[in-house]
């Protein structure tokens, strides 16, 4: 009976030592190394603690000693595992943990000398419920912390093992053992009650290693997890770039659709802007044509006026052209040819095309320059010119409807700060308010036959000058175009 005892308890200790060796790779996966000590240890020293109990009837007594503190310290280093699952272990339990393993297995060494077996069981016994009770409770605070099923076989397991204890110490105290000198002779009930301690004890273990694989293959579930939404995650961006890659080969190609299109817009308002821009110079072209056609045909006729209408059409003829040469350079976005010019003198220059026609409507203009050593400014003459006769027609044509008081216009020249100012002003019906947020765009007109054109190509005249031309409010004035220029002085 003896030897078979010995090769069973040889048996179980493989059985620990395979159980450590096989989740021993798995355990060195986990993040926390405190968790593989108290693994190592406590597998380690109940293994131990079996060899040994194999080898006291072959080597000596005393091997009971180290082979009790070791099931002993397996005990207490179980219930630091399961205390390391909840929180980290403070150093103090870890310590006093130490200071009572060695405690406990110095008692033992004492009982073993000075006591019989009845005494050591108990004592043993006693040591393994208080570190059972501990266990247990670690476990049931991870229960109550939603933990895996598996925790819950593994507080069975302490249960049962914690009441198989409790019945050897009572057995060992209600039953007369006398004769016994240690395990391998004692009565059949104690020996069934240490075997099934043994058992439920290394089946804790395996539920511990059956806990750890759980968790493994959580975390790996998880990883795959990630991998799998990464994998989502870079589909869609491969998917997003291939998008993107279209709508930039879209882009391009709508690019160079709107290029054609400018390029078609430019040449409409080329031409169109060419028809509002020379409608005046060949209007006053035919006009001096007919004059000089009856002046011809008349029986007296008058040298110095025949001359005047001929420079008149020359002149005007000239104009035709350099508003031809000047809207070819505006529409082809070459660089502005600026020279520096007195306010005053430009529009004294252009009295003798505009006051013939605000005479013949009967229109006053009226000039207001208050200023004193000139008013300087760098712009580009013909384009200037034409900016001020367009505004000072569209302020003629304003005013060819009003019948009901003096119809004026009024041109002011003035400085503030560094900038000049030019406005051209006149008392007809006004413009609409609502007109005023798209009067300067391109095709837009409050006229009934306006082309929209000649506002919008003034502003893009005077912006390419370095200015701004807006509409302003002026007490007594119904409309005001105000052109404001920086300075050169």
Known sequence: MQIAEQVFLVIFATMALGLLFSFSPLLNNQNSNSLNGYWTLSVGL??????????????????????NSCIIGAFIFSGLLFRSWRQPVERGLLFAAWCVWVILGITYEAIRQNGDFADRVVFITIAFVIALLWQGYEVARL???????????????????????????FTTLNINLSHVNNIFNEEILSRFLRWATQGTTLLTFFGIGTFYLQRQMAERHQMIGALSSKDSALSSEIEEKTQVQQLLVERDELIQSLISAKKSAEVGALSAALAHELNQPLCAIQLNAECLQMELSSSVANPLIKQELISRILGDNQRASEIITTLRQIFSNTTVVSQRVDLVDVMSSLEKLFLPLAKKENISVRRNYPIIGGCHVEVNTQEFQQVLLNLLNNAVQALSTITDHERCVEVTISKAGNRAHLSVADNGNGIDPTAHATIFNLLSSTKYAGMGLGLWLSQHIIERNKGRLYIATRPGWATTFMIELPLSE
């Open 46 to 67: 109940y293994a131990s603690a079996l060899f040994m109990f194999a080898l006291v009837p072959s080597v000596h007594p005393a091997l009971l000693t180290p082979a």
């Open 143 to 169: 229960i109550h912390a939603q933990g895996p099923v598996i925790l819950k076989f593994i507080f069975g397991l302490i249960v049962m093992t914690l009441l198989l204890t409790l019945a050897r110490t």
